[in-house]
């Protein structure tokens, strides 16, 4: 990660200790945005520090930088990476990306069938969440357990929640679906098989007129269209001659596009 000096681990019971300064900054980080994270008491974080379902990041020195939990829900179909807060001091360092990346990891890791959901206000969450195959959902696609959405109470929004008959919010809802991610892999190496056959068969032995067997391999760009190759490569010297004329190295940059 960026900072070398942070630790990003699972959270153990010898991190109880910071369970009163992580909640006392989920509640500050809350009101400041004005926007919800679930209220959480210190007990409860030190629970799920007890189970082994947290992950925190420190530093070196001992200095706390950030924390995030994990909830099961529907009797463990669905999984919620909870209470992503990082110190104000570390902000910027890409720690909440090591954090998200690391709590993923844990869910994975301990409920390999569940399907792993957040809701978030913040841009660069969802971003990370997009990078690790999180996709946009509608509420419905959330699990229905009760006691996920008594949760939303403390949360500045909950009127909202409740007035949209929880089927929206200020919150984007992202889902992770082990299955469905299983049939685009499976999905991705068939047309990856099916290419690698494609390409075998334009791989040929023929015999020369003297007898000779002879190892003929077509190439594989632009379906063996030399001619077509060749074009390529002049336009792609044209156009790149032409912005150096137009404005160098650090000239306007124009796009091309080239259809075929």
């Keep these: 990660m960026e900072n070398q000096h942070i630790i990003v681990r699972v959270a153990t019971p010898d991190d109880i200790h910071y369970s009163n300064t992580i909640t006392d900054e989920m509640e500050a980080s809350a009101k400041a945005r004005g926007t919800g994270i679930a209220k959480r ?3 409860y974080i030190e629970l799920k520090m007890n189970e082994g379902k947290a992950v925190i990041a ?3 020195s001992g200095d706390w930088v950030g924390f995030c939990y994990i909830e099961a829900w529907g009797h463990e179909k669905f999984v ?3 209470g992503l807060i990082v110190n104000p001091a570390f902000r910027g360092h890409g720690v909440a990306k090591s954090i998200k990346k690391k709590i993923f990891e844990l869910s994975r890791e301990r409920y390999p069938d569940a399907k792993i959901f957040g809701l978030t206000t913040g841009l660069a969450v969802m971003k990370i969440n997009s990078e690790l195959g999180y996709e946009p959902v509608t509420y419905s696609e959330l699990t229905d357990d009760e006691e996920f959405w008594k949760g939303c109470r403390s949360c500045v929004n909950f009127d ?3 007035a949209k008959n929880r089927k929206n ?3 984007t809802a992202m889902l992770y679906d082990p299955v469905e991610k299983l049939k685009e892999a499976e999905e991705r190496a068939m047309a990856d098989k099916a290419a690698a056959e494609a390409a075998q068969k334009k791989t040929q032995l023929s015999v020369s007129p003297q007898g000779h067997i002879q190892h003929d391999r077509r190439h594989r760009g632009f379906k ?3 001619k077509l190759y060749e074009r390529w490569l002049r336009f792609k010297r044209y156009v790149l001659l032409k912005s150096k004329k137009e404005g160098g190295a650090a000239g306007p940059k124009k796009k091309f596009f080239l259809f075929f």
């Design 224 to 226: 063996g269209n030399i």
């Design 80 to 82: 919620a990476n909870s």
């Design 58 to 60: 420190v530093t070196e």
């Design 160 to 162: 909202i929640l409740t």
């Design 41 to 43: 008491s210190p007990e």
């Design 169 to 171: 919010c200020l919150c």
